[in-house]
């Protein structure tokens, strides 16, 4: 599989429930980071966590950092339709051009 | 807040016409790249561009693209002969300075006919 690939590929909950994405990737990272894309629009930044971090927090955002299986999770907490949307995890890798690397997205879809 | 800006928001082209699509990222940032996504795919690295020339680029920027930066606040891409392919969504990023956030503007849409 490629750098960055999620799974599940797509999520269906209902709203209120919890929605957990996760991500794996191949090579050293300095940090890894959370996108959300709604359909068909830009990409808003949700969260970023250093490779030397293992959890952080923001707002109903958790997400967990294992450098050791090179995996991270994305938990969205208490969710709404308005959570609806694709996710995306990206590495910043070592290289001096600190390029990310987008892994293929969660389909998310809360109903309300 | 700042942020950055793209123009045009969609661009519809026939195959083989040159298009440019402008960026204006955010003020004092230092690192600025482009990244693709054809429809329904993951977003894709294609150039990264610091200090005035081009830091790195992918096997996807051929020939056919180049990279500008002409006045201190555009940061242009231009694809020469485009092709059907090409068509996607095309997103411009800055970022201050090392590892961190990239902060990504809205995108441009180009259809190549």
């Known amino acids: 599989s490629q750098q960055g690939e999620e799974d599940p590929q797509a999520l269906s909950i209902q709203e209120g429930e919890n929605a957990t994405m996760n991500c794996s990737y191949k090579?050293?990272?300095?940090?890894l980071q959370w996108y959300r894309q709604n359909s068909g629009r830009g990409l808003v930044h949700l969260i970023l966590?250093?490779?030397?971090?293992r959890e952080k927090h923001s707002g109903r955002l958790r997400v967990t950092l294992d450098t050791s299986k090179k995996s991270s999770s994305l938990l969205i907490t208490a969710s709404r339709a308005a959570d609806t949307a694709s996710y995306f995890c990206?590495?910043?890798?070592?290289?001096?051009?600190?390029?990310?690397?987008f892994g293929s997205g969660t389909r998310l879809l809360v109903r309300p | 807040e700042p942020e950055v800006t793209q123009t045009p928001s969609h661009q519809v082209t026939q195959m083989g016409q040159e298009v440019i699509l402008r960026c204006v990222p955010i003020?004092?940032?230092?690192?600025f790249y482009w990244y693709r996504q054809i429809l329904g795919q993951k977003v894709e690295f294609l150039v990264s561009?610091?200090?005035?020339?081009?830091?790195?680029k992918s096997e996807i920027f051929d020939d056919q693209f180049s990279v500008e930066r002409p006045d201190g606040s555009n940061f242009t891409l231009k694809i020469r002969s485009t092709k059907l392919e090409d068509s996607a969504m095309y997103f411009c990023?800055?970022?201050?300075?090392?590892?961190?956030?990239?902060?990504f503007g809205p995108g441009t849409r180009l259809t190549v006919l």
């Open positions: 966590i250093r490779s030397n971090e």
């Open positions: 090579t050293s990272i300095n940090n």
């Open positions: 003020s004092n940032h230092l690192y």
């Open positions: 990206a590495t910043d890798g070592m290289d001096s051009s600190y390029k990310l690397i």
């Open positions: 561009f610091y200090n005035n020339e081009i830091s790195e």
């Open positions: 990023a800055s970022r201050p300075t090392g590892p961190g956030e990239q902060f």
